[in-house]
């Protein structure tokens, strides 16, 4: 976590170069595993901070993506399903897929509950796709969980499954 910490001070401070701010990003999203755990468990104070370091420089987001990666979301339907696994405590959250089978595993492995949860966003807008990652052939889509949770989404196709 010692880089997201030197660089949301950064982000802070505006101390970030426009032209390095997304690739530098990316080395940070990638290196750290479990974001709520440097906000304590705060999911609010998260998503809000998260919200925040997407929304900069916008115009420069596709230096967050490979250029295989800016290809694949731009090749996206204009509107997609997308799935997450987890349980109630982590169910909104920043990660999802294109791929059911992915999320159902992802819920089973990490429903340390054992209630794993699948949500599934039918024909959300390609557009609210932050960002196209892949890794190990799955289709990762950051997309912000403020923007599809039912109590303050703009889409309100999501519904949620115990598996």
């Given at each position: 976590?010692?880089?997201?910490?030197?660089?949301?001070r950064?982000?802070?401070?505006?101390?970030?170069?426009?032209?390095?701010?997304?690739?530098?990003?990316?080395?940070?999203?990638?290196?750290?595993?479990?974001?709520?755990?440097?906000?304590?468990?705060?999911?609010?104070?998260r998503?809000?901070?998260?919200?925040?370091?997407?929304?900069?420089?916008?115009?420069?987001?596709?230096?967050?993506?490979?250029?295989?990666?800016?290809?694949?979301?731009?090749?996206?339907?204009?509107?997609?399903?997308?799935?997450r696994?987890?349980?109630?405590?982590?169910?909104?959250?920043?990660?999802?897929?294109?791929?059911?089978?992915?999320?159902?595993?992802?819920?089973?492995?990490?429903?340390?509950?054992?209630?794993?949860?699948?949500?599934?966003?039918?024909?959300?807008?390609?557009?609210?796709?932050?960002?196209?990652?892949?890794?190990?052939?799955?289709?990762?889509?950051?997309?912000?969980?403020?923007?599809?949770?039912?109590?303050?989404?703009?889409?309100?196709?999501?519904?949620?499954?115990?598996?």
């Amino acid at each position: 976590m010692e880089q997201f910490e030197d660089f949301y001070r950064g982000f802070k401070d505006g101390a970030i170069d426009p032209d390095d701010y997304w690739p530098l990003w990316r080395n940070v999203w990638d290196s750290c595993e479990d974001f709520t755990s440097f906000f304590e468990g705060d999911i609010a104070k998260r998503d809000h901070i998260l919200g925040a370091i997407f929304s900069e420089h916008v115009h420069l987001r596709s230096a967050f993506m490979t250029p295989e990666e800016n290809v694949k979301l731009l090749s996206l339907a204009g509107h997609v399903n997308i799935f997450r696994g987890g349980q109630q405590a982590n169910i909104a959250g920043w990660l999802w897929t294109l791929d059911r089978e992915y999320a159902e595993q992802r819920a089973r492995s990490g429903a340390t509950d054992n209630r794993p949860l699948l949500a599934v966003v039918s024909s959300l807008p390609s557009s609210a796709i932050l960002a196209y990652i892949e890794k190990d052939g799955i289709s990762e889509l950051i997309v912000d969980p403020l923007t599809i949770t039912i109590e303050t989404g703009d889409y309100g196709n999501i519904i949620f499954e115990r598996l």
